[in-house]
């Protein structure tokens, strides 16, 4: 049974057009989190909520942006995304944000035109 | 800041050990370990939250000494299923989580 869901799998947008990128999940786990995934290179944290509450990396840029409108669903939108965000993002759901396991979903490949 | 795994990468025959290592130049909560294969999402191996805390998962295994902020995965009888990129997670007091840069497993026939 799937846990965390993330939809679509692979996304292709143009330059400077919006896109929104959703995870869903199943668990019922307070905390959420979106990584940035580029090749070979660690899965970077971009945001987490612990339940309603947005923390933002201090390096994440203004481009990007999220909303978690409920405890099983959440959304990354990039704004007018850049050659330079095309990567794998990754959306992971724990139970709580210091001790627990981080529940990845599949990804969403983001191809930027 | 980002945990330091060393090494890069290597590459091992089947049924032989490794050990991958993570530090950090901040006091540490906890160490998480994942490993993930090409293509696919991070799986979660492990969690040490004390000093001198151990855990084994089947031939995986991991240490963590708090003081020298450090944890280290050990392999042992390495299957081929073992092979992919191994990330070692930091969560310091703050609250601030983050991954290494990742070792890359290799496990030859």
């Known amino acids: 049974d799937a846990m965390v869901i993330q939809n679509p799998r692979y996304q292709v947008t143009q330059f400077g057009k919006p896109v929104t990128l959703s995870c869903s999940q199943t668990?019922?786990?307070?905390?959420m989190y979106w990584y940035q995934q580029k090749s070979s290179q660690a899965p970077k944290l971009l945001f987490h909520?612990?339940?309603?509450?947005?923390?933002n990396e201090a390096d994440t840029p203004d481009n990007f942006q999220s909303r978690r409108p409920n405890t099983s669903f959440c959304f990354l939108d990039i704004r007018s995304p850049g050659l330079g965000d095309a990567a794998m993002y990754l959306c992971?759901?724990?139970?709580?944000?210091?001790?627990?396991?981080?529940?990845f979903g599949p990804g969403t490949r983001l191809t930027v035109l | 800041q980002q945990p330091v795994q060393s090494p890069q990468a290597v590459i091992l025959r089947e049924g032989e050990d490794a050990v991958i290592n993570c530090s950090s130049s901040?006091?540490?909560?906890?160490v998480h370990w994942y490993r993930q294969k090409h293509g696919e999402a991070p799986v979660f191996l492990m969690i040490?939250?004390?000093?001198?805390e151990q855990k084994g998962h089947e031939k995986i295994s991991a240490s963590f000494n708090e003081k020298k902020q450090q944890s280290s995965l050990y392999l042992t009888a390495s299957q081929l299923s073992y092979s992919g990129t191994y990330f070692c997670?930091?969560?310091?007091?703050?609250?601030?989580?983050?991954f290494g840069p990742g070792t890359r497993l290799s496990v030859l026939p």
């Open positions: 992971a759901a724990a139970p709580l944000a210091r001790t627990d396991t981080q529940y």
């Open positions: 668990l019922n786990h307070n905390v």
């Open positions: 909520y612990y339940d309603k509450d947005f923390n």
């Open positions: 901040k006091a540490l909560y906890s």
């Open positions: 040490l939250l004390k000093g001198g």
């Open positions: 997670g930091t969560q310091d007091y703050g609250q601030n989580f983050v």
